[in-house]
C-alpha cells in the first residue's frame, strides 16, 4: 500500500532511539519517550500561494529530520507506524 500526500503534507516513519544510556543502562519500553526524529517517506506536491502558484517543498523524501513534539497524526500502514505532518512542523533537515 501507498500513502500520497496531499498540499504541504509530509509521511514520516520514526527512527527508533537506543535503548541504551551511553552508560550501558537499558530503558525499558515504558519510559521511553517517542523520538522526535524521522525519515520522510513521502511529500506531496506543494502549497499555494494566494495567486494560485503551486510552492514546492523544501524536503524531499529520504530526508532525515527534526519534527515538533507533538507534531503529526500517526497511523499504520502495513503494520508499521508512520505519522503525516505539514512542512511547518518540521524542525531541521539533519545532514551527515
Known amino acids: 500500500m501507498k500513502v500520497v500526500p496531499l498540499h504541504d503534507r509530509i509521511v514520516v516513519a520514526r527512527i527508533e532511539s537506543e535503548e541504551k544510556t551511553a552508560g550501558g543502562i537499558i530503558i525499558p519500553d515504558t519510559a521511553k519517550e517517542?523520538?522526535?526524529?524521522?525519515?520522510i517517506i513521502a511529500v506531496g506536491p506543494g502549497k499555494?500561494?494566494?495567486?494560485?502558484?503551486?510552492?514546492?517543498l523544501d524536503v524531499k523524501a529520504g530526508d532525515r529530520v527534526l519534527f515538533a513534539k507533538w507534531a503529526g497524526t500517526e497511523f499504520k500502514l502495513d503494520g508499521k507506524e508512520h505519522m503525516i505532518m505539514k512542512e511547518d512542523d518540521i524542525l531541521g533537515v539533519i545532514e551527515s
Open 48 to 56: 499555494r500561494d494566494k495567486d494560485g502558484k503551486l510552492i514546492p
Open 34 to 39: 517517542k523520538p522526535q526524529e524521522g525519515r
